[in-house]
């Protein structure tokens, strides 16, 4: 029996004739990180969010790479008879929503990548998070309050502590929801990234803060999204939805608007 992610289907009867928004999360997150911005759609459109594998309550698989959960993804939306979506993904997810653009473009209209580019990164990039993620499953703590003064001596931030113990589940073997062996061997190919051509429409949001979008990246974004463009929300971060929630549904509304009145002139 084929196996699906776990998620949350809002459908809105009349949103019929409009695509569904499937909103992605990004690494060590769940369906809830991209709540807010789900909310304020889901009075006009009908809502999908889920947890990726090895992530929040769905199945865990020694496997992880972007074409796997890019299938995922698709698997779940084919289950629902969903026959066309748009997507929204953050980081990893943004990357998950590009791989299914690219591999399954008869189901996705258009696509928002959050502060995420379609290039490969270092992989050294959260060398402390799983330090701190590691050091919590081998002390063995019983609470999120005794988690988190291990996981404060190898993560600084404050706002990067508190993400990850929304995670905390004292039940699991990894100490969290998220499969965190996994995620650590499988690490390379997140943050890797084979070139794919994308002929949907695409808005990338990049917090003005965050170095995951760069100047020197644009002519790679442009060759495999021809009809990217951008929007750039100054003094945030990388969780630039989290931080500035309505500059990021703003941006998104204008990209929707751009795209059913495509429609309409057709």
């Known amino acids: ?26 690494l060590f997150g ?6 807010i911005i789900a909310r304020a759609f889901s ?24 074409d796997l959960m890019a299938k995922d993804v698709v698997d779940v939306i084919h289950s629902l008879g969903i026959h066309e979506v748009i997507l929204v993904g953050h ?12 591999n ?3 189901f996705v209209k258009g696509l928002v990548v959050i502060d995420i580019a379609p290039v490969a990164y270092g992989e050294h990039g959260h060398d402390d998070v799983f330090n701190g993620l590691f050091a919590v499953k081998n002390a063995q703590p019983h609470t999120r309050q005794e988690a988190k003064p291990i996981l404060s001596q190898h ?6 502590q508190q993400f990850m113990l929304k995670s905390f589940d004292a039940s699991s073997n990894d100490y969290f929801r998220f499969n965190l062996t996994a995620l650590k061997r499988n690490y390379p190919h997140l943050m890797g990234w084979e070139s794919r051509h994308i002929k949907q429409p695409c808005l990338f949001i990049k917090g003005g803060n965050s170095s995951y979008i760069l100047p020197e990246y644009t002519n790679r974004i442009l060759s495999q999204c021809p009809q990217a463009t951008s929007f750039t ?14 500059f990021v549904i703003r941006a998104i509304t204008h990209f929707l608007d751009r795209i059913n009145s495509s429609d309409e002139s057709k």
Do not use: T
């Open 43 to 66: 009075d006009d459109y009908s809502i999908l969010r889920m947890d990726l594998r090895n992530h929040g309550l769905s199945f865990h698989s020694e496997d992880m790479n972007y």
């Open 233 to 246: 929300i100054n003094g945030s971060g990388h969780w630039v939805h989290a931080e500035k929630p309505q």
């Open 1 to 26: 029996m084929k196996k699906l992610l776990n998620f949350q289907f809002n459908e809105l009867k009349q949103a019929i004739n409009k695509p569904v928004l499937v909103f992605i999360h990004g």
């Open 104 to 106: 399954y473009p008869k």
């Open 155 to 160: 993560i600084r931030d404050e706002s990067v």
């Open 30 to 35: 769940d369906m809830n990180n991209l709540g």
């Open 91 to 102: 980081s990893m997810g943004g990357k998950s929503a590009m791989v299914c653009a690219a």
